[in-house]
């Protein structure tokens, strides 16, 4: 997604919450506007408009709310108004700000567009031993005549789909865990005498 061209809704800017207070963005992802006195509320900067009075164009600038009540303009800062902004406050909270906004916030938008980040699934497939196995399962299928089918594959393709229910759950699967020849044994056990047992025949 180019989120440099995804602009903020203006009557549903992304609102934020720090520590309580709301904040509000404007803009796009990749260039947002941070709402002027939402920014100065936090900061304890009492007025908004004549703080930000002498910044310069790449500094401030003004986006539409829609309301209840009708359009009403937001003053807004862009990145360089926001640092001159949080450097001119001496409240401690200035420095939590400082720190949420340029090293969580804007990384997030930047990489994502939206924050907070889209939460991931630090599970991955533990599925690497079996990539041999995949190659030769393919080999064996078509070698099979037409109504067999071999024990050993459909087993592991079993496995195989069940890696997507172990992992999730951190049941990881390691490579002891992998099927052996030893189901063939164990298979022509259980179906010795079975009515529907048929001819037994070795894939090789």
Known sequence: MDTSRTPFSSDAPLSLDFCGSRVRIYGTAENPAWAAQDVCDILGIE???????????????????????????????YEPGLYRLVFRSRKEEAKRFQRWVFKEVLPSLRK???????????????????????????QVRRRLREGYWCVFIEAADMLIGAEHIFGPADLEM???????????????????????????????
């Open 47 to 77: 007025n908004a408009r004549h703080a930000v009075g002498g910044f310069d164009a790449d500094e401030r600038g003004v986006a539409i709310n829609y309301t209840t009540f009708g359009k009403r303009e937001v003053i807004t800062v």
């Open 174 to 204: 390691k490579q002891y865990d992998l099927l052996d020849g030893s189901i063939g044994k164990h298979w022509s056990a259980y179906r010795q005498d079975m009515p529907w047992r048929g001819i037994t025949e070795c894939c090789g």
């Open 112 to 138: 994502y567009g939206v924050y907070p980040p889209p939460q991931t699934s630090s599970y991955q497939l533990t599925l690497k031993p079996y990539t041999a196995r995949v190659v030769w399962v393919m």
